[in-house]
């Protein structure tokens, strides 16, 4: 089959022919009908996963059509519309039983653990427990631009932050998942405050539903920020998140939150923003802040996002911005070294 696929990391991806994927007993074997191109992939190419290994094929947010079904699959059959979160889980352990499966110990990371969706198959172990029926409305380019961006900024929101209708929600960093989390966090009732760097994103954020939005300066104060931040949310927000995984925007996100507040870490903090400082006393004793941190979606909670969507309450669609084939994923990818872009590009032909 055909494939994007790098060498070394930091090499550019070249699209040529690689085995195809073997199908797993318990597994599925997806024809990708479209896979979206993700910062998490930037990540995995410049090497600063430790999970991925080269060569390696990147692509965690796909969706297609299964072809072949392992002996041990009961739930699938040829033919089926499908998509899957990226973290595939056991199915078996108590994490998995408890509706936990994104902190399963025995996760397969689709695109990371293995190779991924930048080819025309790709196999997807325990897919009785993993694979998510499409709905018939929902194309195979939206299902996978809803990646791993609306489903997170989803499961940050309404799993782990439980944010209610008329709170203020603060967004820090507009990439996919910040815009994912505006979209949802407006959808549920909401206040959305949005701030970035990038007054396209703020552009878009105010499309998508955020009321006010905080555009900052490269250089900025963080102080004139919190400041700003609680004049406008009245006291500080209820829920804040840092959806960009850099040590400023996860302290403008803590020091944002009025007293009792929530943060959610979605962004992943890598290398020199793995261990920020946290001002214990000041924020977590004294103004009694929570953090937590949400990384993914278990596959049994995809039916409440498609509600949503089919209900009308947000149009995942809107995200995406742009759609490439697989030659052009390379590119996507190398030129997330400089500015992130707004907006999903999703790649549609293979
Ligand atoms: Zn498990
Ligand atoms: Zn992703």
Redesign the pocket.
């Known amino acids: 089959m055909r494939a994007a696929i790098f060498e070394k990391f930091k090499a550019p991806l070249e699209v040529r022919q690689v085995p195809d994927p073997a199908c797993p007993a318990d597994g599925v074997i997806v024809r990708v009908k479209a896979c ?1 191109v ?1 910062r ?1 992939d930037w990540h995995a190419w410049t090497g600063a996963d430790s999970d991925v290994s080269a060569p390696h094929v990147p692509g ?2 796909f969706a297609g059509v299964v072809e072949e079904v392992g002996k041990e699959c009961r739930r699938f059959k040829a033919g089926d519309r499908v998509t899957a979160p ?1 973290i595939l889980a056991c199915g078996a352990c108590p994490d998995c039983l408890g509706g936990d499966a994104t902190v399963c110990n025995h996760q397969f990371v689709v695109g990371f653990s293995g190779w991924g969706a930048f080819a025309e198959r790709i196999a997807v172990p325990r897919a009785d427990f993993n694979l998510v029926p499409l709905p018939e409305a929902m194309d195979f380019v939206d299902a996978a631009g809803m ?3 609306v489903t997170t900024a989803f499961r940050a929101l309404v799993d782990r932050a439980k944010l209610q209708p008329g709170e203020w929600l603060a967004v820090h960093g507009c990439g996919g998942v910040g815009l994912s989390a505006v979209m949802i966090g407006a959808a549920l009732g909401a206040q959305v405050l949005a701030i970035d760097v990038n007054l396209e994103a703020i552009g878009l954020a105010a499309d998508l539903g955020a009321e006010t939005a905080i555009g900052l300066t490269k250089h900025y104060d963080a102080r004139e920020i919190e400041e700003e931040i609680r004049e406008i949310t009245g006291g500080g927000a209820h829920v804040s998140v840092d959806a960009l995984g850099i040590t400023e925007t996860f302290h403008n996100s803590i020091r944002g939150l009025r007293k009792l507040g929530r943060h959610v870490q979605i962004g992943m903090p890598l290398g020199p923003h793995a261990e920020p400082t946290v001002p214990l006393l000041e924020l977590v004793y004294s103004r009694q802040i929570t953090i937590m941190g949400t990384r993914g979606i278990p596959a049994s909670r995809f039916p409440a996002l498609f509600e949503m969507i089919a209900a009308g309450r947000i149009d995942p669609s809107r995200l995406v911005t742009n759609r490439i084939p697989l030659e052009e994923a390379g590119a996507a990818i190398a030129a997330m070294n400089g500015y992130t872009g707004s907006g999903i590009t999703v790649i549609d032909r293979f």
Do not use: A, P, V, Y
Request: contains cysteine; hydrophobic residues 10%.
């Open positions: 979206g993700c998490s965690h947010e990226f990646g791993c961006r």
